[in-house]
């Protein structure tokens, strides 16, 4: 007899067999990828991407069918997927080299450079057609089989919970704007190019939410180039593309919280919640991982700022007398804004920032400041010591691909879901700092309600240990929350609430665990 | 330097802890003979659940204990020497202190049942106790039907870990309704048909006459007092109750009544003795609370309280508003004040009660039948903020206070549906009142000016 516990960690039959029918769609576009050549693409397309929903869809049917609504958490820390047992490790390891294939080798994909398409790349030839009238590229297998994924999970989600209204809509939100903005979209405006509606122009591919620094490339010359040349509607997306960064989202951060665009519009946000909400359990909640977490998200956005500055500085011109905008007025503008946001910040919001996050932003300021002046007074040449294509290659082979992708995305059944998010996006990182210290969203923590149970901190994706913040009655109020409402849902006696509110009192670092008697509460608030 | 001794780890031990560190730089050192580390209590089933792995519900890292300098003794204390200020620690060693903080919590209740001691019965209270059910209740195979014995809190969550392994359970409770001794009918009502929805044998009405062994001296089945019914079975579990853990205290010239009795302040008979907790008793009950609560809050408060005497500020433990949570199975339960049972409330006290026509949610309003004064407030599956609660409780709102203002105490997750309008229609129909739901207001809410 065995003396340890065995709890069902193993999945049923029907699950099984929906695991093979999805693996059967899989193995359509691995025969592809090794150089079958299928005869009716469209057929064997439709045929994979079909066998691949009905098996996620099949798998999730079997998994909460005749459960009452519900947390529905039970055995996943038995299994080996989600434990980081040896299937999670499989798992993660085939999401990476599917990364690393995609992004440095799409040959073997069945990319041909000037030629037609082979391998699983062709075989998307027939839908990339049909919307786009191009044929398909990696990123076009790449985004729709993504849009599948998030789409086929996102069903699952919400069937998970089902008894959740807030994370039903969210999960139909991110749906949305991955199948229209990020997917459809985009293939239809190229359909536009060269059309007398652009002007003759060719408007580069553009996934209308993707902001930057998250679309860190928004801003190159040939970007640029794009927009300028496709007429009033290209002109309209450029404006579009600096609206979103400097109104938009400040504004709907201000209002909700960084949660409106991570948790119901981004698609990195939308994959992490869906197709990844398996594994959220997995980040790190020790406060090392903060430190670390700290450290590495606010250098990424350093580095992007400084990258976007040298991309745009190199193709801009010295002479005023061609465009408003020259290489010297630029640096300056974006010399004085940051100069400004520093200083507000210093200003009004010192006493709440730590002792630490004081000296990194006071060394960042310094660095990215002497830096621009440096380049200032020497004239041509490199931008910020580095070559600006240098430092653009450096940031999307380092950032854009291996972090976001390759780790942020392959590593989901070892680091979490949310790894790239928590600890690479500098687009998180700018509306968390934002969320941080001006903004009206909080988690609210119910008086003194909180038993400690830690179901909050371990389904966290973002590796908050909300519990710390619940036990003492204080609110959460964090850079990285982007508030994907878990910690609510799996709280056992409802002591968590999402909300917006007025920005007095916040914070509530007071602690305030109500129910015991008044003098008491003033002496344990005593500091 | 202070010498401060606390027995025991768990919330009120490890409050007072806290407390005093914080206060204070007194030496603190805290024994405990179950575990290593705090853990938190109430969350072991979801280890069992496989929702969280027991490192999961230690609330703060190892290190957290060094760093604040309370030191942790593994160990069983055998006897409290009052005379000489020294305990003796698993039969061997002896550990002096100054100040001696009692928090060593429950035991499950056993009642004398014949055959409550056999292998493969159990209470569920401590971490020794889910290591236990890993042994009696691994899996559906080993243990092909568990027996639950007292239909409780701890009855009902040892349901839900069973079920969570698909392991049959029958769930014995002595009332003729699922805790109707604290709850409502109503309310006691909704639960009984979720228990059947989760497809848990519910006898209700039903005690146990005896738990029968085979031959080896284990569980084999038991007997039903009120039908003589024979339910064979794998696993028992008791769940009637617990019961202030303080055997190693006889003789050591404490006062002992259920618990190791104290005074408002928290103090035994004897100088520089203190006890908190589950194991407290008080000599008077106060207000209407019980003179023991083994409740995961008070244990919180009386650790504040006690740490604010033992530091110089001499404190009296005057708990506030009563407030409470639990969850059956899916249904989260919290209640704000006091909701008295129909057996045990008072006769001044007037129910509404409000259940929704589909779902299992529902709400128990109690007031004063004359004065209209708003007494308490059970809720079960829509969440309320205590606050607010707790706020209305001390201005003393009435019953229609609280009812137009309902909106303001939801604490549901945004985009849930609200159910204000229809549980004021309710209360209208059924006063003759014409009272309107005020929208909901965030400067009511938050207290702005």
């Known amino acids: 007899m065995a003396l340890t516990g065995q709890p069902p960690r193993e999945i049923s039959l029907n699950q099984k067999l929906a695991s093979i029918t999805g693996m059967l769609g899989l193995t359509v576009l691995l025969l592809a990828s090794f150089g079958i050549n299928f005869q009716n693409k469209g057929l064997w397309l439709t045929v994979s991407l079909g066998l691949i929903t009905a098996g996620i869809l099949w798998f999730s049917y079997e998994q909460y069918k005749g459960k009452s609504?519900?947390?529905?958490?039970?055995?996943?820390?038995?299994?080996?997927?989600?434990?980081?047992?040896?299937?999670?490790?499989?798992?993660?390891?085939?999401?990476?080299?599917?990364?690393?294939?995609?992004?440095?080798?799409?040959?073997?994909?069945?990319?041909?450079?000037?030629?037609?398409?082979?391998?699983?790349?062709?075989?998307?030839?027939?839908?990339s057609k049909a919307?786009?009238?191009?044929?398909?590229?990696?990123?076009?297998?790449?985004?729709?089989?993504?849009?599948?994924?998030?789409?086929?999970?996102?069903?699952?989600?919400?069937?998970?919970?089902?008894?959740?209204r807030y994370e039903r809509l969210r999960t139909m939100s991110v749906m949305f704007f991955q199948t229209a903005f990020a997917f459809i979209i985009p293939e239809l405006m190229a359909r536009l190019n060269g059309t007398s509606v652009l002007n003759g122009g060719s408007l580069p591919y553009y996934d209308l939410k993707n902001i930057w620094p998250l679309n860190y490339s928004n801003f190159e010359g040939y970007r640029i180039k794009g927009f300028l040349s496709s007429g009033d509607i290209g002109f309209a997306m450029l404006i579009f593309g600096i609206v979103s960064i400097f109104v938009i989202t400040p504004f709907l951060t201000y209002k909700y919280g960084k949660r409106w665009y991570c948790s119901w519009v981004c698609g990195c946000g939308g994959l992490a919640e869906t197709a990844g909400d398996s594994f959220r359990q997995l980040s790190d909640k020790t406060v090392k991982a903060w430190n670390v977490e700290r450290w590495i998200i606010h250098s990424v956005i350093v580095f992007v700022t400084l990258m976007t500055t040298a991309v745009i500085y190199s193709y801009l011109g010295n002479d005023t007398s061609k465009y408003w905008l020259t290489k010297s007025t630029f640096l300056i503008g974006v010399a004085t804004l940051l100069t400004a946001v520093f200083a507000l910040v210093m200003i009004f919001k010192r006493d709440q920032l730590k002792k630490d996050a004081q000296y990194g932003a006071i060394g960042y300021f310094v660095i990215i400041i002497s830096l621009v002046l440096i380049h200032f007074y020497s004239g041509e040449g490199n931008v910020f010591l580095f070559k600006s294509g240098a430092l653009r290659k450096n940031y999307s082979f380092l950032i854009g691909s291996i972090f976001s992708g390759v780790i942020g995305t392959g590593f989901y059944p070892i680091f979490g879901n949310r790894a790239w998010c928590r600890f690479g996006c500098p687009m998180a990182g700018i509306m968390g700092f934002q969320q941080r210290l001006f903004s009206r969203f909080r988690i609210t923590t119910n008086g003194g309600q909180c038993i400690s149970c830690g179901n909050c901190s371990t389904?966290?994706?973002m590796g908050i240990d909300v519990r710390a913040y619940a036990q003492k009655g204080e609110n959460v109020v964090r850079s990285s929350c982007v508030g994907c409402g878990i910690c609510s849902a799996v709280c056992p006696r409802g002591v968590l609430k999402l909300e917006n509110g007025p920005l007095e009192g916040r914070i509530d670092s007071n602690q305030v665990l109500l129910g015991n008697d008044v003098d008491l509460m003033n002496l344990v608030n005593q500091k | 330097m202070e010498n401060i001794v606390i027995i025991g780890n768990g919330i009120a031990g490890i409050s007072a802890a806290r407390h005093i560190r914080k206060l204070s730089d007194k030496r603190i050192v805290i024994v405990s003979a179950e575990t290593d580390y705090f853990f938190s209590r109430t969350a072991l089933m979801y280890v069992y659940m496989g929702h969280m792995k027991f490192e999961h519900i230690q609330p703060y890292e190892n290190w957290f204990w060094e760093k604040n300098r309370i030191e942790l003794v593994r160990g069983y204390v055998n006897k409290v020497d009052t005379a000489n200020k020294q305990l003796l620690l698993d039969s061997s060693r002896a550990l002096h202190y100054d100040k001696l903080i009692i928090a060593t919590g429950s035991k499950p209740n056993k009642f004398g049942w014949p055959g409550q001691d056999l292998h493969g019965v159990q209470g569920l209270y401590s971490k020794q106790d889910l290591d236990m059910l890993e042994i009696n209740a691994p899996n559906k195979e080993v243990c092909k039907r568990a027996v639950i014995v007292g239909?409780?809190?701890?009855?009902?969550?040892?349901?839900?870990?069973?079920?969570?392994?698909?392991?049959?359970?029958t769930f014995l409770v002595r009332e003729d309704s699922f805790w109707n001794g604290v709850l409502p009918n109503g309310e006691s009502q909704l639960i009984n048909e979720h228990i059947l929805e989760h497809h848990i044998d519910l006898r209700l009405g039903a005690n146990l006459k005896e738990i029968v062994a085979d031959e080896y001296g284990?569980?084999?089945?038991?007997?039903?007092?009120?039908?003589?019914?024979?339910?064979?079975?794998?696993?028992?579990?008791?769940t009637a109750g617990v019961s202030p853990n303080i055997g190693f205290l006889q003789d050591s010239g404490i006062e002992l009544g259920r618990g190791v009795k104290v005074n408002r302040f928290l103090e035994t008979n004897v100088k520089d003795i203190y006890a908190i907790g589950d194991c407290a008793e008080q000599h008077e009950p106060i207000g209407n609370r019980r003179p023991i609560e083994a409740v995961w809050y008070t244990g919180r408060m009386m650790g504040e309280t006690v740490a604010q005497t033992i530091c110089g500020?001499?404190?009296?433990?005057?708990?506030?508003?009563?407030?409470?949570?639990?969850?059956?199975?899916?249904?989260?339960?919290?209640?704000?004040?006091?909701?008295?049972?129909?057996?045990?409330?008072k006769e001044e006290e007037q129910h509404f009660h409000w259940r929704h026509a589909t779902e299992k949610l529902c709400i128990t309003l109690a007031y004063h039948k004359d004065s209209n004064l708003f007494l308490g407030i059970n809720t079960f599956g829509i969440r309320m903020r205590h606050e607010v609660f707790d706020r209305w409780l001390t201005e003393g709102r009435t019953a229609d206070y609280i009812m137009e203002h309902l909106a303001d105490a939801n604490f549901d997750p945004e985009f849930f549906k609200h159910h204000e309008k229809a549980?004021?229609?309710?209360?209208?129909?059924?006063?003759?009142?014409?009272?309107?739901?005020?929208?909901?207001?965030?400067?009511?809410?938050?207290?702005?000016?």
Request: glycine share 10%.
């Open chain 1, 69 to 127: 609504a519900g947390i529905k958490n039970d055995g996943v820390w038995f299994k080996s997927l989600t434990n980081l047992g040896f299937w999670g490790w499989i798992a993660g390891l085939s999401i990476t080299t599917f990364y690393f294939i995609l992004y440095f080798f799409p040959k073997y994909l069945g990319l041909v450079e000037g030629g037609d398409n082979k391998g699983v790349i062709a075989l998307f030839d027939p839908l």
């Open chain 1, 131 to 164: 919307l786009s009238g191009n044929p398909a590229s990696q990123w076009f297998v790449y985004g729709a089989l993504y849009t599948i994924a998030i789409l086929a999970f996102g069903i699952k989600f919400m069937w998970k919970y089902r008894h959740n």
């Open chain 1, 459 to 461: 389904y966290c994706e």
């Open chain 2, 151 to 169: 239909g409780g809190l701890i009855g009902i969550e040892l349901a839900e870990m069973l079920r969570s392994r698909e392991i049959p359970v």
């Open chain 2, 218 to 238: 284990r569980v084999k089945s038991i007997i039903v007092q009120e039908t003589g019914e024979e339910i064979p079975c794998d696993m028992v579990g008791l």
């Open chain 2, 313 to 345: 500020n001499t404190l009296e433990y005057k708990p506030g508003h009563w407030f409470n949570s639990a969850k059956f199975l899916d249904i989260e339960y919290q209640t704000y004040g006091w909701v008295f049972s129909e057996k045990g409330k």
């Open chain 2, 423 to 449: 549980i004021i229609a309710a209360y209208n129909k059924e006063t003759g009142k014409s009272l309107k739901p005020k929208k909901k207001s965030l400067k009511r809410i938050f207290q702005l000016t």
